[in-house]
Nanobody, 123 residues
Framework: VQLQASGGGLVQTGESLRLSCVASGSFYNIVDMGWYRQAPGKERELVADISIGGGITNYADGVKGRFTISRDAAKNTVYLQMNNLKPEDTAVYYC?????????????????WGQGTLVTVSS
């Protein structure tokens, strides 16, 4: 299973960016997808996640009202619309997916990480 993230870049305070992440490879289904970020010198933290089936979302307090996570289940894709960006949003953003894969014996739930995409917000 591979996750391909895109959409990062350099923007100014108050501007917007939209991140995309596409899942590909061999899996039974995708249960959930989300975005994490890691700023220099800090631990990786959850930004937002979404259940693929029901569309239930969860946001970090610092991004509520500014970021919106959505998914296109048919395209195995998750999006993160980031509005009113702030310098403290500067980080490498990582896509994450919880997928079910089949094995010779049963099904297993795995967490998969994509490569990061850099978001830089200048003041």
């Amino acid at each position: 299973v591979q996750l391909q993230a895109s959409g990062g870049g350099l923007v100014q305070t108050g501007e917007s960016l939209r991140l995309s992440c596409v899942a590909s490879g061999s899996f039974y289904n995708i249960v959930d997808m989300g975005w994490y970020r890691q700023a220099p010198g800090k631990e990786r933290e959850l930004v937002a996640d979404i259940s693929i089936g029901g569309g239930i979302t969860n946001y970090a307090d610092g991004v509520k009202g500014r970021f919106t996570i959505s998914r296109d289940a048919a395209k195995n894709t998750v999006y993160l619309q980031m509005n009113n960006l702030k310098p403290e949003d500067t980080a490498v953003y990582y896509c994450n997916a919880g997928v079910v894969v089949s094995t010779p014996r049963d099904y297993q739930y795995l967490k998969v990480w994509g490569q990061g995409t850099l978001v830089t917000v200048s003041s």
